[in-house]
């Protein structure tokens, strides 16, 4: 149980879920019919559900869900071309960037998941840079030398920061990547700030969908109806969209990564890894990755 919650998807999802859990219930009451035998039951219940997740999530923050020290890999620095710089955003998100001067390359956020740094992705962003796309890496609070405690509503303030930083620092089209836990954020960013399309890798419908599959037959879902809808984000966001999962997954299981799919009601393309871990393509299948991806992206500027 606590390896699989080392890897699992979200900073927080317990903790929230068990806030929903608690919130809601006096409407339940209400809907129980008020009784007093009921009220108690039901609160009872509350509270024993509340209370597994929060030691689920106690779990998870003491096997290491943050991420660690940053150092990019010299793939990353051999490919600087244009130049590169490591600074703040926002006085506590740290950033790395790779951008090339001899070309007009699309500008790629790359919104990282769960586990890990900006160090874990510098061979994936060398790799696109190589092949003509500029790449934009940032640490989420909490991880890598960014300063602070992850929590849902902050992640996504480093993702408007992160987005605004860059734009700052280039005109280029700009393309959201999420990976995992990054495939909610960049989704919203897509909504919030004008993107050209996005890739979504091994990601989720939503918060409800990932609740009610990783604590089935506890129908946790039910409480977060409104958290990190991804596929509705997108939808509204009207912008290209490309799916990347793996049928090995066992973090965020494939069908999750079909129900986003199938969801989405814009111009979509999906790819799909007989033999794929967790945000294992890159490594497992890289030309057919690094292929499909750029060419995905290239269609859309």
């Known amino acids: 149980m606590r390896q699989l919650l080392k890897r699992n998807f979200y900073p927080l999802p317990d903790a929230l879920l068990g806030l929903y859990v608690l919130c809601t219930a006096r409407e339940y009451l209400w809907a129980l019919g008020g009784s007093d035998s009921k009220n108690v039951a039901a609160w009872t219940a509350s509270a024993i ?15 290491g869900w943050e991420g660690t020290e940053s150092s990019l890999s010299a793939e ?9 710089q490591a600074q703040p955003v926002r006085g506590h998100v740290h950033c790395d960037w790779l951008w090339l001067s001899l070309v007009v390359a699309p500008l790629l956020i790359f919104f990282h998941g769960n586990a890990g740094n900006i160090t874990d992705r510098g061979t994936t962003a060398a790799e696109l840079a190589r092949r003509g796309i500029a790449v934009f890496l940032f640490d989420w609070r909490g991880y890598g030398r960014s300063e602070g405690s992850p929590t849902e509503s902050g992640l996504f303030r480093d993702a408007l920061a992160a987005y605004d930083f860059a734009r700052s620092r280039s005109d280029a089209p700009i393309v959201a990547y999420g990976e995992s836990l990054g495939g909610p954020y960049a989704a919203e960013i897509a909504l919030e700030r004008p993107v050209r399309c996005v890739v979504i890798e091994t990601s989720i419908p939503s918060l409800a969908a990932i609740g009610n599959t990783l604590y089935r037959p506890l129908p946790l879902g039910w409480f977060a109806p409104r958290a990190l809808t991804t596929t509705r984000w997108l939808n509204e966001a009207r912008v290209p969209v490309l799916v990347i999962h793996g049928k090995q997954d066992e973090v965020i299981p494939f069908a999750l990564g079909m129900q986003l799919y199938d969801g989405l009601r814009v111009p979509k393309e999906l790819l799909v890894s007989e033999k794929a871990h967790h945000c294992e393509f890159a490594t497992c299948e890289p030309e057919r990755y690094y292929e499909t991806v750029v060419k995905f992206v290239r269609q859309h500027l």
């Open 76 to 84: 990353w620095h051999a490919w600087r071309d244009g130049g590169s």
């Open 49 to 63: 559900v509340a209370g597994f997740l929060v030691w689920l999530w106690s779990a998870k923050r003491g096997t």
